[in-house]
């Protein structure tokens, strides 16, 4: 890539003098490169021998591509520091991979994933930067506001909405440490990792999808990459996206488990062909669908392969109420502003669907869809009763706003839309029929709507009573 680089330069400035000076330094160069390439594998394979196997299995150590191909520190990075005569960095972000990878970057910084910190945890910091017209990747901004802090003590359905935190006395208490946040949401949304100079890093390890990096970039390609294989067989597997995308509010994982692509996968995955090329990977290779399959690949070559997970989608299935999908980063900022964009979301479904046919009838998908879309409308219906119902209780004075998660109905509200409304629609979107029914219609309607409009009609007639007393 280098010697492309130069030789592209030379080319373009036509100075023979420096193709001259070039062509004798060359072997210096060489010799140079496999001097740092021995030291860091040499001495790594006492340190660190995980690590150098892992390199060794890879494509990047068959490519010549080093240690410190990836580890050197740019000139601006803070996080870089001398290190036995080199200077690396601990965290090669995005930027370093787009030196050769330049398509898969910048098709990944248009969707949502590269936002998840900021349209997640770190959305009160991201918010309260742009009020302060701060740049919010800048390290100054990050070590003026701490995003961290921000993140444990103002977004969280335990801190401000459901007061418990506070009531019981752990809000402020320096004891308590709120880590769950460190160790829960910023793992899969990404953390901000601020450099603190001679190499300590805060806020690492992490390798969430949304991670602001030292550098100013977005984004973690080690979290579908696991390192140092990078492979694409890996990225390929369920179990990598299922490290995120699983539990009670968003069970795509255990969805796919239980969806017969799932089980075939279970079943015969061991032998299919993982390692084809990204343009060649087709249904000879996979009985069955994967993750990748329906929502990155360019599976028999009739989409084009993307690492925008968004681009394959019509509905928006996590918000309270289901509306096509979004406007992506690259329009608008969609930390703010929800602009749904039926064009882009039918484009999606039609890209989805070519998936499809590789396998099924065309009658066979297309019903598919129509009964999916039923469903969300459906959950829809039910949302807008349960919405209004959350209002008319606030009306009547039977609850209060203090604080918005504390009393049943709330939490009931927010149960139907965050977990089990979410499980009814997503199980639906992939083949789950256990997680639309049971754990999505039923538990979304008779547990939750049923238990919120109980609590409401018992505190309907305790009023009822409470102001026939007073009359009396
Ligand atoms: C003389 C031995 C030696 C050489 C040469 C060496 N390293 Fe290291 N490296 C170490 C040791 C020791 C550590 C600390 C390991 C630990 O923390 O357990 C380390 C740590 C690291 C870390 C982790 C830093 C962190 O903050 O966690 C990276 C990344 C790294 N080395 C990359 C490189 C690269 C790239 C090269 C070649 C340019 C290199 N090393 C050359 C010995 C070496
Ligand atoms: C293709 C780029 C690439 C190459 C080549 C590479 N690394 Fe890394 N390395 C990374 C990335 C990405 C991370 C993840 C750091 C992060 O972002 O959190 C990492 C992390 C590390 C870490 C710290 C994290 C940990 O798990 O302890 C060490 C140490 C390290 N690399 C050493 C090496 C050594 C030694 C080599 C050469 C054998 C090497 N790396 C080659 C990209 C690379
Ligand atoms: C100096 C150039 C260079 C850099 C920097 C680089 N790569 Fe690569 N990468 C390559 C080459 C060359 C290949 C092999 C391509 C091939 O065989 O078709 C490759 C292959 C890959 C593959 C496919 C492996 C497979 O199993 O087929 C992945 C995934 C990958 N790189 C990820 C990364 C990530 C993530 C980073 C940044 C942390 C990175 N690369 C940095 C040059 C680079
Ligand atoms: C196990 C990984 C994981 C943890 C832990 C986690 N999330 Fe998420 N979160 C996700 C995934 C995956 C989605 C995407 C769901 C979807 O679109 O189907 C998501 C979605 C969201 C969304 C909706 C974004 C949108 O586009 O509407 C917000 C907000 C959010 N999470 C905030 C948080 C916060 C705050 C925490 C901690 C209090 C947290 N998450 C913990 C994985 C996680
Ligand atoms: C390290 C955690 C993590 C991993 C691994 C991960 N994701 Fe995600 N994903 C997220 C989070 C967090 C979101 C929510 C982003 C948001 O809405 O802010 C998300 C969102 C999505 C979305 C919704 C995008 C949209 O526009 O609504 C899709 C689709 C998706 N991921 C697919 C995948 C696939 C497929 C894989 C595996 C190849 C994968 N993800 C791996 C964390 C992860
Ligand atoms: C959400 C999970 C996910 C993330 C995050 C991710 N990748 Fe990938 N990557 C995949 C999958 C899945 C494939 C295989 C695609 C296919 O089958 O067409 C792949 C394939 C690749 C390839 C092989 C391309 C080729 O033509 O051989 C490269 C290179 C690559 N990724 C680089 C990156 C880089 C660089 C980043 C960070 C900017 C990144 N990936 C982030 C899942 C991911
Ligand atoms: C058979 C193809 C297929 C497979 C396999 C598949 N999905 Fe999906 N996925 C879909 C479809 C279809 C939708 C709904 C798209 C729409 O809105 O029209 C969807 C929606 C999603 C969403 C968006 C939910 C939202 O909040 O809007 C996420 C996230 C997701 N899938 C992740 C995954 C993960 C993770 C896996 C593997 C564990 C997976 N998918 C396996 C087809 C698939
Ligand atoms: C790689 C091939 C492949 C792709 C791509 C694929 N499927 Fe499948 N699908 C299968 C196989 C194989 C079965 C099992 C058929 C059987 O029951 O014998 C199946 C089963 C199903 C089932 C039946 C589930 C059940 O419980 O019996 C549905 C519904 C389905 N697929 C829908 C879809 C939709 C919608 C898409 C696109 C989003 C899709 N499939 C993409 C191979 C594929």
Redesign the pocket.
């Known amino acids: ?1 280098l010697l492309r680089g130069v030789l592209e330069l030379v080319y373009k400035i036509k100075i023979s003098s420096l193709l001259f000076m070039f062509i004798v330094f060359l072997p210096f160069n060489i010799v140079f490169a496999e001097e740092v390439k021995d030291s860091c594998v040499k001495c790594h394979a006492d340190v660190t021998p995980g690590i150098i196997k892992q390199w060794q299995e890879s ?2 150590s068959a ?1 010549d ?1 080093g240690c410190f ?2 580890h050197e520190a740019k000139k601006n990075d803070p996080s870089g520091y001398e290190h036995n005569g080199f200077k690396i960095t601990a965290v ?1 972000s995005p930027l ?2 787009a ?3 330049s398509k898969e970057v910048e098709e990944y910084a248009k969707s949502k994933h590269v936002w998840a910190a900021f349209m997640g945890p770190l959305k009160p910091y991201y918010v309260k930067a742009k009020e302060m017209q701060l740049d919010p990747l800048k390290q100054e901004t990050a070590k003026k506001l701490d995003p961290e802090r921000m993140a444990k003590t103002t977004l969280s359905p335990l801190f401000p909405d459901s007061g418990i935190l506070e009531k019981i006395g752990f809000l402020d208490d320096p004891q308590y440490h709120h880590n769950n946040v460190n160790l829960g949401c910023i793992q899969c949304h990404g953390s901000f990792i601020v450099a603190e100079g001679d190499g300590k890093l805060k806020g690492w390890p992490n390798a969430g999808v949304g991670r602001i990096n030292p550098d100013g970039s977005m984004g973690s ?1 080690t979290a579908c ?1 696991p390192r140092h294989k ?4 890996e ?1 390929r597997k369920p179990e990598v996206c299922g490290q995120c995308h699983l539990g009670p509010d968003h069970p795509q994982h255990e969805i796919y488990e239980e969806s017969k692509h799932g089980n075939i996968y279970a079943a015969s995955g061991e032998e299919w062909n993982w ?1 084809a090329p990204v343009d060649e990977w087709r249904p000879e290779d996979a009985a069955a669908p994967t993750c990748a399959v329906c929502h990155m690949s360019g599976f028999g070559g009739v989409v084009a392969s993307t690492h925008n997970v968004s681009e394959r989608l019509y509905w928006e299935l996590q918000p309270k109420k289901s509306v096509p999908q979004w406007k992506g980063p690259d329009e608008v900022d969609i930390v703010t502003e929800r602009i749904p964009d039926r064009k882009k979301a039918e484009k999606g479904r039609a890209q989805m669907k070519k998936i499809c046919y590789q396998c099924h009838s065309r009658q066979w998908a297309d019903n598919y869809f129509i009964e999916f879309d039923k469903v969300v409308s459906d959950y829809n219906m039910v949302w807008e009763y349960t919405d209004n119902l959350l209002a008319e209780a606030y009306e009547e004075g039977l609850i209060d706003k203090s604080n918005p998660l504390d009393e049943t109905p709330e939490i009931m509200h927010y149960l139907v839309w965050h977990h089990d409304g979410r499980r009814w629609r997503m199980g639906a979107s992939m083949m789950g029929p256990d997680w639309t029914h049971w754990n999505g219609a039923v538990d979304a309607i008779m547990n939750k709507l049923g238990t919120m409009i109980n609590d409401i009609e018992m505190r309907r007639r305790i009023k009822a009573l409470e102001s026939e007393n007073d009359k009396k």
């Open positions: 890539m494509k990047h490519m591509v191909t990836c090669p370093t991979c030196q050769c990878h390609c990459h990078f492979s694409v067989a990225a390692t």
